[in-house]
C-alpha cells in the first residue's frame, strides 16, 4: 500500500479542539469537527533532531501534496546520519523510488535556528523522548504544525507542558497530532467493526480488575530489523530517563486504541472518566554482548552506568501494565520487552474485547505463525448454526468496506480470513497516519474528539506512571 511517506506524520493532529486536559467536557457523542484555516500550497516538511527511526519511516512515500525538499536540523552525529541513510536508501531503492531532497543544518543551535528561518510549516519530531515536548511547544509557540512520533510525554511534568502546547495551538490555529500506527492495522479495524454489530458481539462488559473487559498486551525487542536491515539502537534508547519506561512508551498505543474502539467519536474527560487502579513495572536484563549487538557500542555510556549490576549486566525498566476504568469499563495495558525475537517472529500483539454475546481476540503466537490473527469465540447460548448466519450477515456488510474478508469455523471460534493485500506491515502504517493528517491540514479540521481524547491518553499513562512508584 503506497500512500504516504512519513513516518514522522504520526504526531499531528494536535491542536483542533479543547485546550485544557480535564475541562469537564461532556461525554456524549461529538462530530462536528473544529476548524482551522486549511493551508494553502504545498506542505513542507521540517525533520527536528531524528534519533528514533520512525521520522525516517515517515518518507517511506512520497505524497503528492508534499515538498519533495525537506530542511534536517539536527546535532552532528551517528543518529542524524543513519536517518539520512534510510531516506537515501528509499531514493535509490529499485521499485517506487522516492525523491527527497533532504537540506541538513547541523549547528548546536539547530532548534533556534529552524524556528527562526521556519522553511516549511509542519515539523516531524521523533527522537530522544526526554526532549520531545520541550521540542513541541518551541515548535508551536513559534507558529509551527506538528506530527510527533507516541510519546509526547513520559513523566507527569512533560504532561502539564504538553497540555499547555495544546492549549497554545488551538489560540494559534496550529495541528498537533501524534502518530497513532496502530488504528491502521487490519485485525485491530476490524476488531473494532464487529464489536459494534450487537447482534455478533453484544454490548461491552464492564469487567472486574481480575478479568478486565479489554485487554491489550504488547511485546517488543530491542534488537530487530527495519526496512530489511539491522537496525542500530542509540544507547540512550536504554536509558528510562530519555527513552521513557515501557508504561509511559508503547501503552501510548494500547490506550489510545481501547479509548478509540470502546468509545468512538466520543469526547472523554480525564476527572469524570479515568481511574487508575493498580500499575506496575519490572526489568529487563541486558547483557553487555546484545548491548553492542543493538548499538555497535563497545561500553555502556556514563549515564547507564547507574544501572548496571555487579555482574556487567543492565538493568532497564522496559516492561510495565497497569489496570484502569474508562468510563466504568476496566481495561489492562501490558507492554514487555525482550532483547530479540526467536527467528522468523515480529513484535506481537494480544487483544481481548469480551462482548455480552461473543468475545474478539487478536492472537499472535506460535499457532498463528506469529501474525496477528483475528477470532470471534461465541459465549451465548444461540446455537453455533444461528450464531454462524449471524456472524455472515455481519461479514457481508464488513464486505463493503473491506472486500473478501471471510470466515471460517473450528469448534466455537471463528477465524476471521483477511486478504494478504490489508496486511501492508507496520512500516506501511506511517503513510496512512501521513495521508490522514495531510487530510486534516487540507481541510483545516478534525474530528472534535481527536485533541481532548490525546489529551486523556497522556493524562491516563503518566498516572499509571506515578502509580507504578
Known amino acids: 500500500m503506497m500512500l504516504s511517506k512519513r513516518v514522522m506524520i504520526s504526531v499531528l493532529p494536535c491542536l483542533l479542539v479543547l485546550a485544557g486536559c480535564c475541562d469537564k467536557q461532556k461525554n456524549e457523542k461529538q462530530t462536528k469537527p473544529e476548524e482551522v484555516p486549511a493551508m494553502k500550497g504545498k506542505v513542507k516538511l521540517m525533520t527536528l533532531d531524528p534519533a528514533h527511526f520512525h521520522a525516517s519511516l515517515v518518507q517511506k512515500f512520497m505524497y503528492d501534496q508534499v515538498d519533495p525538499v525537506v530542511h534536517v536540523y539536527a546535532p552532528e552525529g551517528d543518529e542524524l546520519q543513519e536517518h539520512l541513510k534510510r531516506v537515501e536508501s528509499y531514493n535509490t531503492r529499485a521499485e517506487n523510488p522516492t525523491k527527497w531532497q533532504e537540506k541538513v543544518y547541523t549547528g548546536p543551535d539547530f532548534l533556534e535556528k529552524m524556528v527562526k528561518e521556519k522553511p516549511g510549516n509542519v515539523v516531524v519530531i521523533s527522537g530522544n523522548n526526554a526532549k520531545k515536548t520541550k521540542y513541541i511547544m518551541a515548535c508551536i509557540e513559534a507558529g509551527l504544525n506538528v506530527l510527533a512520533d ?47 454489530i450487537p447482534d455478533i458481539f453484544g454490548t461491552l462488559e464492564n469487567g472486574t480488575p481480575e478479568k478486565p473487559a479489554v485487554t491489550k498486551e504488547s511485546v517488543h525487542h530491542y534488537f530487530k530489523y527495519v526496512s530489511g536491515k539491522p537496525l542500530k539502537r542509540p544507547a540512550w534508547f536504554f536509558d528510562v530517563n530519555q527513552q521513557g519506561e515501557a508504561i509511559v512508551d508503547v501503552t501510548t498505543h494500547l490506550v489510545d486504541l481501547v479509548q478509540w474502539e470502546c468509545f468512538p467519536e466520543q469526547t472523554l474527560d480525564c476527572e469524570k472518566d479515568v481511574e487508575i487502579i493498580s500499575a506496575r513495572r519490572w526489568i529487563t536484563k541486558i547483557t553487555s554482548e546484545q548491548f553492542k549487538k543493538a548499538t555497535l557500542l563497545d561500553n555502556y555510556p556514563d549515564y547507564l552506568k547507574k544501572d548496571v549490576g555487579a555482574d556487567n549486566v543492565l538493568n532497564v525498566y522496559g516492561n510495565g501494565e497497569f489496570i484502569f476504568k474508562l468510563k466504568g469499563v476496566y481495561a489492562k495495558a501490558s507492554v514487555m520487552w525482550n532483547f530479540e525475537a526467536p527467528p522468523g517472529t515480529l513484535d506481537t500483539h494480544y487483544s481481548i474485547m469480551r462482548g455480552s454475546k461473543a468475545d474478539i481476540v487478536i492472537r499472535q503466537g506460535k499457532e498463528q505463525n506469529y501474525k496477528p490473527t483475528l477470532y470471534v469465540e461465541k459465549k451465548s447460548a444461540v446455537p453455533d448454526e444461528e450464531f ?51 487530510e486534516f491540514l487540507a481541510e483545516g479540521k478534525m474530528p472534535a474528539w481527536e485533541v481532548p481524547n490525546m489529551i486523556v491518553k497522556y493524562y491516563t499513562i503518566t498516572k499509571a506512571y506515578e502509580k507504578s512508584r
Open 150 to 196: 507516541k510519546p509526547m510525554a513520559i513523566v507527569p511534568d512533560d504532561y502539564v507542558l504538553l497540555k499547555k502546547a495544546f492549549e497554545v495551538a488551538k489560540v494559534k490555529g496550529l495541528f498537533l497530532y501524534d502518530i497513532m500506527t496502530e488504528r491502521s492495522e487490519i485485525t485491530t479495524l476490524l476488531q473494532k467493526e464487529l464489536s459494534h
Open 388 to 438: 454462524e448466519k449471524i456472524l455472515k450477515a455481519g461479514i457481508t456488510k464488513l464486505n463493503a468496506a473491506y472486500p473478501g474478508v471471510d470466515m471460517k469455523k473450528a469448534d466455537k471460534i471463528w477465524e476471521i480470513i483477511i486478504p494478504d493485500k490489508y496486511k501492508v506491515g507496520h512500516e506501511a502504517h506511517f503513510a496512512e497516519v501521513t495521508k490522514r493528517y495531510l
